[in-house]
Structures are given as C-alpha cells and as structure tokens.
C-alpha cells in the first residue's frame, strides 16, 4: 500500500506534468480514503471522481456562448458552478473533519 508521503510527492508531479484531475484524485484518495482501501473500491471511486470531471468539463464546454470572448451570461454560470462548488466544498470538509476526528 502507497504510503502518504508517496502519494502527496506524486500529487505534486501530477499537477506539474498536466495530470490536474489525476493530482486531484491523489489528494481525494489522501482525504478520504482509507489506506487499506481494497484495489476494487480505489478503481471504482477513481472512475466516479474521473467521470464528475468529465462532466463538469464537457458541460462547461457546452454551456459557453460560442464566440472567443466570455459573455456576461457565460461569467454568470461560471459564478453559478463556482457557487454550487463552493458549498459542497464546505459540505466536504465538515465531513471529512469529522471522519478524521473519530479516526
């Protein structure tokens, strides 16, 4: 099993390569996964973490108004996802604080 040290270093050199959505399965697994976390549920959780990524992405791609410039509606459903990911950051952090409390 990967240590932490390892998988914070690999994290890092993800992010430095261009593997921003692999540097951020890296932390969520160093977040909230246990480190006896059996290799099933590692792929599974990265095939979920990856396919919200996906998502997020190919919507944005196909939510924008088309022209180079951002419109003003474009700048208002980016505030509105930043928003929405805002909140269940705060959601996501009270929850992984208190899995680490009573760990």
Not at 20 to 35: H, K, N, Q
Not at 41 to 58: D, I, T, V, W
Not at 65 to 71: N, V
Request: hydrophobic fraction near 45%; glycine fraction near 6%; charge should be negative.
């Amino acid at each position: 099993m990967a240590d932490r040290a390892f998988l914070e270093r690999l994290s890092r050199e993800l992010a430095d390569k261009g593997l921003l959505i692999e540097a951020g399965w890296v932390g969520y697994r160093l977040a909230v996964m246990s480190p006896q976390a059996p290799p099933i549920q590692l792929e599974e959780c990265k095939m979920a973490f990856f396919a919200g990524a996906l998502h997020l992405f190919q919507s944005i791609m196909t939510i924008m108004d088309p022209g180079s410039e951002p419109t003003e509606a474009d700048l208002n459903k980016m505030d509105l996802i930043d928003k929405e990911l805002r909140k269940f950051g705060r959601e996501f952090e009270l929850k992984a604080t208190k899995a680490k409390g009573s760990a």
